[in-house]
């Protein structure tokens, strides 16, 4: 069974910065893609960034402010997000695809404010 967690997401003024964490738990192979994506109200998900091993893609809305990591030995991802927007407000969703199976944690908030 795998489980994401995430945490870090908060209340942040426009122009602040947040790191958002997303710990799995369970059966975790080295090889997979780990994603962050986000749901503003009334919006349907997008992508917000992804990485596979060290090869990162980003939606073109955050090219430059946020950054992707990952500790595979903490089986973790991180989102470092800079230079926040109020159009950033939105439930950001940690994504794990591994062995042609997709896991989703529970969502954290994030709210900009301007």
């Known amino acids: 069974q795998v489980q994401l967690v995430e945490s870090g997401g908060g209340l942040v003024q426009a122009g602040g910065s947040l790191r958002l964490s997303c710990a799995a738990s369970?059966?975790?192979?080295?090889?997979?893609?780990m994603g962050w994506y986000r749901q503003a109200p009334g919006k349907q998900r997008e992508l917000v960034a992804r990485i596979f091993v060290s090869s990162t893609a980003y939606a073109d809305s955050v090219k430059g402010r946020f950054t992707i990591s990952r500790d595979n030995a903490k089986n973790t991802v991180y989102l470092q997000m800079n230079s926040l927007k109020p159009e950033d407000t939105a439930v950001y969703y940690c994504?794990?695809?591994?062995?042609?199976?997709?896991?989703w944690g529970h969502g954290t908030q994030v709210t900009v404010s301007s």
């Open positions: 369970g059966s975790i192979f080295s090889i997979n893609t």
């Open positions: 994504k794990l695809d591994q062995l042609s199976r997709v896991y």
